[in-house]
Nanobody, 117 residues
């Protein structure tokens, strides 16, 4: 059993910053991939960014240069630093992990990020 707990969402003005955190706990020996997805109202869930234990790093074009993913393996925690936020970044953000390269993903409950003046 794996649990993911997200925190850090909220309301921020355009141009502002937020930092999301996601802590994994439970039956975890190691984590291969950690990432963030988001889902805006009326839209499909989309991949925002991922980081893997073998050095893989991916950012969606829409967030490159503004968002930074990082992970603390000792704490089984992944972070998402979001800068220069735009109204179109408004969504529910979900963290996801895979303990192996081809394993089933685990999901957090989601945290709301709203960018509005």
């Amino acid at each position: 059993q794996v649990q993911l707990v997200e925190s850090g969402g909220g309301l921020v003005q355009p141009g502002g910053s937020l930092r999301l955190s996601c802590a994994a706990s439970g039956s975890i020996f190691s984590i291969y991939a950690m990432g963030w997805y988001r889902q805006a109202p009326g839209k499909q869930r989309e991949l925002v960014t991922t980081i893997t234990s073998d050095g893989g790093l991916y950012y969606a074009e829409s967030v490159k240069g503004r968002f930074t993913i990082s992970r603390d393996n000792a704490k089984n925690t992944v972070y998402l630093q979001m800068n220069s936020l735009k109204p179109e970044d408004t969504a529910v953000y979900y963290c996801s992990i895979r303990t192996t390269k081809w394993g089933t993903p685990y999901w957090g409950q989601g945290t709301q990020v709203t960018v509005s003046s």
